[in-house]
């Protein structure tokens, strides 16, 4: 790797990080450019990921503001999480991934829509998770915990396996089942992204072959475009927020296709 081939990597891992903090899909930019530059696509997979963990975490911290009082609903969905990128992370490192990979744009295109529906099934889930609550006595939140957690395992795993874009499926499942801003729903994905990529990074280091100086420049790219990301996405409208989240999800399910 010579010295412009670094210095690409380290810039597409900042864009990455920044794009992860506002919504996701960050790998759509790193994962090309390593095959770009002659990694094997598993190897750039997997180094990918492992290096774009400090920039999830540096995301999730930017946005400490819009998690308070979210922490009781975070761990809950931090199991199923944990659970479906370990999950994932060993399907890639011992499946095939022709079959799945067919899969990914529809999962992608399907998120896209719940995002763009978000305020509209929010409410009447929210209206109907409250009647069904004030008739049977039931907690509001418990009522969707097994569905809930089921998708954000599913999501997780995906994450685990491959990650582009996984940001934009949690946010729209996040979106669909949580009564809140965008922006709160936003800082809830960045942690549960760190989540799911540091499960999948801590078994790739152990049981697949990492490229560490790619890793070094992805992390200190990542780390500091997910503080900017944080920054400066956070400021965004909702409107503009979720306008941007379909248009990541459309460009990378379009690239997964056609690419």
């Known amino acids: 790797m010579g010295p412009a081939e670094a210095a690409a990597i380290f810039a597409v891992g900042g864009v990455a990080g920044a794009v992860n903090a506002i919504v996701g899909s960050g790998s759509l ?16 997979n997997v180094s990918n990921n492992v290096g774009l963990v400090s920039g999830n975490v540096s995301g999730a911290v930017g946005y400490r503001r819009e998690l308070a009082g ?34 990914v744009p529809v999962l992608i ?9 978000q305020p509209w099934l929010s409410r009447r889930i929210v209206a109907r998770r409250r009647q069904q609550a004030d008739r049977d006595g039931a907690p509001l939140e418990e009522r969707t915990g097994p569905v809930l957690g089921s998708g954000m395992f599913a999501s997780a795993a995906y994450g685990g396996y491959f990650g582009a874009a996984q940001g934009v499926l949690v946010i729209g499942l996040l979106g669909t089942f949580f009564d809140e801003p965008l922006q709160r729903v936003n800082g809830a994905k960045n942690v549960l992204i760190a989540i799911v990529n540091g499960t999948a990074a801590v078994i790739y280091v152990i049981f697949a072959h990492v490229v560490w100086l790619v890793v070094l ?43």
């Open 70 to 103: 979210q922490r009781r609903r975070l761990t809950r969905l931090a199991w199923p999480a944990a659970v479906g990128s370990g999950a994932g992370a060993a399907a890639l490192l011992l499946l095939p991934s022709k079959s799945f990979s067919v899969i």
């Open 109 to 117: 295109l399907i998120a896209c829509a719940l995002v763009l529906a």
């Open 217 to 259: 420049l992805i992390a200190i790219g990542s780390t500091i475009g997910g503080v900017l990301g944080a920054r400066y996405g956070r400021r965004l409208a909702p409107g503009a927020l979720r306008t941007f989240v379909v248009l990541i999800g459309v460009v990378s399910a379009v690239k997964l296709i056609f690419f």
């Open 29 to 44: 930019i790193t994962f090309p450019t390593l095959l770009a530059f002659g990694f094997p696509p598993i190897v750039a």
